[in-house]
């Protein structure tokens, strides 16, 4: 059973930093991207940043909004992935969802696998 538990949300004033989990069990890809998603009350998912894994794996890719604030990076002992906010902005605040899916990553890439149920985070002005 695949499961993906993400973890770290929390309340933060503009400015601040925080840092989201996400660790996966029971998936088996030699080739797998882990990808990080918010979604705000009225708003549609976005993409925020992903991650390739498996041989060769670490390229990474952002959504513009986040670019130089956000860092995404993975644990491969731990099967988890990071995702480090920096200088946290109003409307960064959301839902943080992480995915999984197999093959490479791509800019705007949102078919994946399996999903977690997401943490919150709130940022305050």
């Known amino acids: 059973q695949v499961q993906l538990v993400e973890s770290g949300g929390g309340s933060v004033q503009a400015g601040g930093s925080l840092i989201v989990s996400c660790t996966v069990s029971?998936?088996?890809?030699?080739?797998?991207?882990v990808g990080w998603f918010r979604q705000a009350p009225g708003m549609e998912r976005e993409g925020v940043a992903s991650?390739?894994?498996?041989?060769?794996?670490?390229?990474?890719y952002y959504a513009n909004s986040v670019k130089g604030r956000f860092t995404i990076s993975q644990d491969n002992a731990k099967n988890t992935v990071h995702l480090q906010m920096n200088s946290l902005k109003p409307e960064d605040a959301a839902m943080y969802s992480c995915a999984i899916g197999r093959g490479y990553c791509w800019p705007g890439r949102r078919d994946f696998d399996y999903w977690g149920q997401g943490t919150q985070v709130t940022v305050s002005s």
């Open positions: 029971g998936y088996t890809a030699s080739t797998y991207c």
């Open positions: 991650i390739n894994g498996g041989p060769g794996g670490g390229s990474t």
